[in-house]
């Protein structure tokens, strides 16, 4: 695995699950924060922020966790046709309202996960994943994830002309999909999720105040926990 946010554990969850829109920054947050809106009864309990941030400073304003993500980040990418989506849910983006996202915008939604293999360091179980949303109800995902059973990898939807598929055959399953191959898929795509000057400072914030208690916590207290809410 080379470096980049692949290897930074401190972002983590935030990393783990990244989603990548093909629609400019301001389309996606005037859409979604209208989502969010019409979810929570109105403008109150949603405020929208805008600014110029650096990766470092995006992941700041991510650090309190909750179980339903609260705090969602949009920004600009050094691909004018992808605007990258981080949020605060304890496993990074999740893919269900990225799919919503390829429906209310009408276009391509890539969700791209990667957590390296278990270790004595590292309770995280391992995850390479990469699934495409068309508009439709058309999607492709290829994914490999570590459970504690061990390796299980799967495939769902028709293949993209560039993957490798004689790969999912193999024998071993994680010679099936790797690291490596992922970059190389998303590279087809257009998008370089683990390249941190791949992701510009334009941003936007949509910050949701549930009308219910949500229970927080920081990555460090996450980690602390074995990357569990109960712990």
Same mark, same amino acid.
Do not use: H
């Given at each position: 695995?080379?470096?980049? @946010?692949?290897?930074?554990?401190?972002?983590?969850?935030?990393?783990?699950?990244?989603?990548?829109?093909?629609?400019?920054?301001?389309?996606?947050? &005037? &859409?979604?924060?209208?989502?969010?809106?019409?979810?929570?009864?109105?403008?109150?309990?949603?405020?929208?922020?805008?600014? /110029?941030?650096?990766?470092?400073?995006?992941?700041?304003? @991510?650090?309190? @966790?909750?179980?339903?993500?609260?705090?969602?980040?949009?920004?600009?990418?050094?691909?004018?046709?992808?605007? *990258?989506?981080?949020? /605060?849910?304890?496993?990074? *983006?999740?893919?269900?309202?990225?799919?919503?996202?390829?429906?209310? @915008?009408?276009?391509?939604?890539?969700?791209?996960?990667?957590?390296?293999?278990?270790?004595?360091?590292?309770?995280?179980?391992?995850?390479?994943?990469?699934?495409?949303?068309?508009?439709?109800?058309?999607?492709?995902?290829?994914?490999?994830?570590?459970? &504690?059973?061990?390796?299980?990898?799967?495939?769902?939807?028709?293949?993209?002309?560039?993957? &490798?598929?004689?790969?999912?055959?193999?024998?071993?399953?994680?010679?099936?999909?790797?690291?490596?191959?992922?970059?190389?898929?998303?590279?087809?795509?257009?998008?370089?999720?683990?390249?941190?000057?791949?992701?510009?400072?334009?941003?936007?914030?949509?910050?949701?105040?549930?009308?219910?208690?949500?229970?927080?916590?920081?990555?460090?207290?996450?980690?602390?926990?074995?990357?569990?809410?109960?712990?």
């Amino acid at each position: 695995m080379g470096a980049g @946010l692949a290897s930074r554990s401190d972002w983590s969850p935030s990393i783990d699950s990244i989603g990548f829109i093909a629609a400019p920054l301001n389309e996606c947050t &005037e &859409e979604l924060s209208k989502w969010r809106k019409s979810l929570f009864g109105g403008s109150q309990g949603v405020v929208v922020e805008s600014g /110029n941030w650096s990766l470092d400073e995006k992941m700041a304003k @991510l650090d309190v @966790l909750a179980l339903d993500a609260t705090r969602e980040i949009f920004t600009a990418t050094r691909s004018p046709k992808w605007t *990258a989506y981080f949020d /605060n849910g304890i496993t990074g *983006a999740d893919p269900a309202p990225l799919g919503y996202f390829a429906e209310l @915008l009408q276009t391509t939604v890539v969700n791209v996960q990667y957590s390296p293999p278990s270790s004595d360091e590292d309770s995280r179980w391992g995850n390479c994943q990469v699934a495409i949303f068309y508009p439709g109800n058309r999607s492709r995902s290829i994914a490999l994830a570590e459970d &504690e059973s061990g390796w299980i990898f799967e495939a769902w939807g028709d293949p993209e002309p560039w993957e &490798e598929v004689d790969r999912y055959k193999r024998r071993n399953k994680v010679d099936r999909f790797s690291y490596e191959v992922l970059v190389d898929y998303c590279r087809n795509i257009g998008i370089d999720p683990f390249v941190p000057e791949f992701y510009e400072d334009a941003s936007s914030l949509i910050d949701v105040t549930p009308p219910w208690k949500v229970s927080r916590l920081t990555r460090a207290e996450y980690a602390k926990r074995g990357w569990r809410v109960n712990g």
